[in-house]
């Protein structure tokens, strides 16, 4: 296959923006810009995050990729598809885990197997699996609320990976962790990356996050929201715990930092 045809294939297997606007009506009956003139292309299998200050417009980007907001401008595809909410092929992952208290874990993790009339046997041999993964096998059949918070967000991601979506969204679902906690599961995420291999997109304000997860980092700024930069990540894959503080991991943060450093 050419290189233009593999390009070709990339754009409408993965997601592509063009043009992308939006604006936000206030209450005082004025605007804020949101976003201006986002354009990006993200091929299969990319992990890329958004990196940038509050108010710079990263949540909205990921927030319109899932079909849950409109471009005020601009079109975005993915998979070849105009975006939309309530496709199968995605699944999104916000800040808090959104768990049924009354439900177990693996009844937390079947929810969209139900939701979506899925073969309920097919996905629990899947949500096991996963939940090997993870380190919660032991705690399949427990309430939600007699784990930790770490382990919630855990049961969240297996939630979102159950149905084996192509597509995944983060939206800093880590953030409200301790910074050891969150470490564990930067680990046990890329882990999981370099396995299963599918494209996720990651929301974050932690430049160490960024960098250790992912392929290409977006660095954005606020007001109005726009991409100032794409940092490639040529850390090697698989990701692993020695990557942490390594020379290599610490100069692209350096890198990422600097880009940013006029907005933080």
């Known amino acids: 296959m050419s290189a233009a ?3 070709a294939q990339d754009t409408e297997q993965g997601i592509s923006v ?4 939006k604006l936000y009506d206030t209450a005082d009956g004025g605007q804020v810009q949101a976003l201006v003139d986002v ?5 299969p299998g990319e992990f890329v995050s ?3 200050p509050s108010g710079c417009g990263k949540s909205t980007l990921l927030h319109m990729v899932a079909g849950l907001l409109e471009p005020t401008e601009g079109v975005i595809e993915v998979r070849g598809t105009p975006a939309a909410a309530g496709r199968p092929d995605l699944a999104i992952m916000l800040q808090s885990p959104v768990l ?6 693996i009844d937390n993790v079947m929810l969209p197997v139900e939701i979506l009339r899925l073969d309920p046997v097919a996905a629990r041999r899947r949500a096991e699996d996963l939940l090997e993964l993870t380190h919660l096998t032991e705690f399949a059949k427990k309430n939600v609320w007699e784990l930790s918070g770490g382990m919630r967000q855990r049961v969240s991601l297996v939630r979102a990976l159950v149905t084996d979506p192509p597509l995944l969204l983060m939206d800093e679902p880590f953030s409200a962790l301790d910074e050891f906690t969150r470490e564990r599961l930067n680990v046990e995420l890329a882990s999981m990356h370099d396995r299963l291999g599918r494209t996720t997109l990651f929301v974050t304000h932690n430049i160490a996050e960024a960098v250790f997860l992912s392929d290409r980092i977006v660095c954005m700024r606020p007001r109005p929201g726009e991409v100032i930069d794409v940092i490639d990540v040529p850390l090697p894959r698989p990701r692993t715990r020695g990557l942490v503080g390594a020379a290599e991991t610490v ?3 350096g890198r990422v930092r600097a880009a940013i450093a006029e907005y933080i």
């Open 5 to 7: 045809a593999t390009l």
């Open 18 to 21: 063009r043009g992308v606007n």
């Open 39 to 43: 354009d990006l292309d993200i091929a």
């Open 50 to 52: 958004f990196l940038g």
């Open 100 to 105: 049924f208290p009354w439900r177990s874990v």
């Open 251 to 253: 100069a692209l943060e």
